[in-house]
């Protein structure tokens, strides 16, 4: 196995388009300011969180923060007091696994099953765990179970903007779209490029005119 450990965000991603993974690796990678805004949420969540010192801490951890953004963090804010959260017992929790040869950092950990929580600045499908998500539960949990000695068969979601969470317990399925997205980064660490897949996501896909109809060689992509 290489060497080189794979984040669980480029796994997800891989499982979603190989393609876009790839091309996600040449572009620097830039935190929406949605995503910060749930984060800082979701560190405050369990406890009575005050919006004023949110937004304050929010403009102290990314200075270049819009203040239309404002609304929106209160909008979450309101949409997760209408349920009970846990306290966390720590947050940005680093995480890896040798076997699998995968990292990454947990968003909320806590000491009693589900031990670890995944923070979304989207708001949650009509029913269920977004596919990527899933994906992102089951790196987490595999890394958290070999570091830890726990059995970890899965983890809550929460989707912030939406002010729920729900548990996503780990099935075959995933670990079969795991090993496959991980191999296709593992291929892309040796110097290989992926192929578009038949159906690929491409409707919102900032990509989709470098890659369309599809690379097949190195020159095609650049």
Known sequence: MNNQLIPVSELSSAALCPVRAFFNRSNPF????????????????????????????????????????????????DACASREWRVASGNDFFVKSDRFGICGTIDRVYTESPYFSV????????????????????????????????????????????????????????????????????????GGVPKKPLIAPCEFCPYRERCDPGPTRLSDLL
């Open 30 to 77: 830039t935190e929406p300011a949605e995503y910060t805004i749930c984060k800082q949420i979701s560190s405050h969540l369990g406890s009575p969180v005050d919006k004023a010192v949110v937004w304050d801490e929010i403009c102290t951890i990314a200075p270049g923060t819009d203040p239309s953004y404002q609304s929106y963090c209160e909008s979450c804010i």
């Open 119 to 190: 923070t979304r600045s989207v708001k949650p499908p009509t029913s269920g765990i977004y596919p990527s998500d899933r994906i992102r539960v089951l790196g987490y949990a595999l890394c958290l179970s070999e570091m830890s000695g726990k059995e970890v068969n899965g983890a809550s979601v929460d989707y912030i903007p939406g002010g729920i969470s729900r548990y996503c317990e780990i099935q075959p399925r995933d670990m079969r779209r795991f090993y496959s997205a991980r191999q296709v980064l593992m291929n892309m660490n040796a």
